[in-house]
């Protein structure tokens, strides 16, 4: 299958292209820089400069593709710039307009069958210790709605063949883990300098997913008949942050971690701290009935301690 990539050197671009080299795929990856062309080569894949925000140019790329994951991110590098509105507005971009005419393009072009969108799992409505999936509502406040658009742009692109042999798939990752993932070294780092430190309640549940698993979980969903529509791709057991508490003190041989008081949490996480500090207790039932997907790690005790074990070696 030919495949067209944007983000393909962020964290999972960089684990899935090579799976999907590996898997006999033709893999066309998006990229701007001649750094990242060398990393694409090789990871086996086909560097194609090409400017996400020019449709026109987009047609030419994606000819004779018949599948696009986009993975394009511009996350901000610090907890300072966290917090920041403005510090989002590049990422919202490349999430909103970049699905919008990725989708117009492969219309347009009609080779393509199949577009592929991670999403973000903290779309849901604080629900306390209540299950949640794709059939609850998503939230549309001004800091999640470029995903929620995005994940609509992939609906309209399924929607669009009345004969639905399109599909549009959006998989609502939880936070991903794992030792492929920075975020998880700099919390590890943390919790060995004994501070804690997740916005909200201690009672909230936290989405989360072993990044590997969340990597097959996107090269299922394309290789194996899963119907259109949103799911979620989380552990098996989800956990409360009260719980990560003693999972991280344990991971690093402390008996408790100093937690963060929430007002400081505020503070730091500023116009993310409403996406961040929900309860979120979400179920993955959805994408298993429909696929063979099951977690290697089901659930935040054994990842943590898969990291710490990672990190001693």
Same mark, same amino acid.
């Given at each position: 299958?030919?495949?067209?990539?944007? /983000?393909? &050197?962020?964290?999972?671009?960089? *684990?899935?292209?090579? $799976?999907?080299?590996?898997?006999?795929? !033709? =893999?066309? +990856?998006?990229?701007?820089?001649?750094?990242?062309?060398?990393?694409?080569?090789?990871?086996?894949?086909?560097?194609?400069?090409?400017?996400?925000?020019?449709?026109?140019?987009?047609?030419?790329?994606?000819?004779?593709?018949?599948?696009?994951?986009?993975?394009?991110?511009?996350?901000?590098?610090?907890?300072?710039?966290?917090?920041?509105?403005?510090?989002?507005?590049?990422?919202?971009?490349?999430?909103?307009?970049?699905?919008?005419?990725?989708?117009?393009?492969?219309?347009?072009?009609?080779?393509?069958?199949?577009?592929?969108?991670?999403?973000?799992?903290?779309?849901?409505?604080?629900? /306390?210790? &209540?299950?949640?999936?794709?059939? *609850?509502?998503?939230? $549309?406040?001004?800091?999640?709605?470029? !995903? =929620?658009? +995005?994940?609509?742009?992939?609906?309209?692109?399924?929607?669009?063949?009345?004969?639905?042999?399109?599909?549009?798939?959006?998989?609502?990752?939880?936070?991903?883990?794992?030792?492929?993932?920075?975020?998880?070294?700099?919390?590890?780092?943390?919790?060995?300098?004994?501070?804690?430190?997740?916005?909200?309640?201690?009672?909230?549940?936290?989405?989360?997913?072993?990044?590997?698993?969340?990597?097959?979980?996107?090269?299922?969903?394309?290789?194996?008949?899963?119907?259109?529509?949103?799911?979620?791709?989380?552990?098996?057991?989800?956990v409360t942050r009260a719980e990560m508490y003693t999972i991280l003190a344990?991971?690093?041989?402390?008996?408790?971690?100093?937690?963060?008081?929430?007002?400081?949490?505020?503070?730091?996480?500023? +116009?993310?701290?409403?996406d961040t500090s929900r309860s979120l207790r979400i179920s993955n039932r959805l994408?298993?009935?429909?696929?063979?997907?099951?977690?290697?790690?089901?659930?935040?005790?054994?990842?943590?301690?898969?990291?710490?074990?990672?990190?001693?070696?």
């Open positions: 299958m030919n495949i067209f990539i944007t /983000g393909a &050197t962020g964290v999972l671009g960089k *684990t899935l292209v090579p $799976k999907l080299v590996a898997a006999g795929h !033709t =893999v066309s +990856a998006m990229s701007r820089t001649v750094e990242n062309d060398d990393r694409l080569r090789r990871a086996g894949a086909h560097p194609v400069r090409v400017d996400l925000f020019d449709v026109e140019a987009l047609k030419q790329a994606l000819a004779g593709h018949e599948a696009i994951y986009h993975l394009a991110t511009k996350i901000p590098s610090s907890a300072a710039q966290m917090g920041r509105s403005s510090a989002w507005l590049e990422n919202d971009r490349l999430r909103r307009d970049g699905a919008r005419n990725l989708v117009e393009a492969a219309l347009a072009v009609g080779t393509v069958q199949t577009i592929m969108y991670p999403s973000f799992d903290f779309l849901y409505p604080s629900s /306390g210790d &209540t299950w949640l999936d794709a059939q *609850t509502t998503p939230v $549309k406040t001004a800091t999640l709605l470029s !995903t =929620v658009e +995005a994940e609509e742009a992939v609906t309209r692109f399924a929607e669009s063949d009345p004969t639905r042999q399109r599909r549009g798939i959006s998989l609502r990752l939880g936070s991903f883990y794992g030792p492929e993932a920075p975020s998880s070294w700099v919390m590890l780092d943390y919790a060995r300098k004994g501070i804690g430190a997740f916005p909200g309640a201690r009672a909230g549940y936290l989405p989360q997913i072993w990044l590997q698993d969340a990597i097959s979980a996107l090269l299922l969903a394309l290789t194996e008949p899963v119907p259109s529509g949103v799911y979620d791709i989380v552990d098996d057991e989800p344990h991971a690093v041989g402390r008996k408790r971690l100093l937690v963060l008081p929430d007002l400081l949490m505020r503070l730091v996480t500023g +116009a993310k701290y409403a994408f298993k009935a429909v696929s063979s997907w099951q977690p290697t790690v089901p659930n935040a005790r054994i990842g943590w301690d898969l990291m710490a074990q990672a990190q001693n070696k």
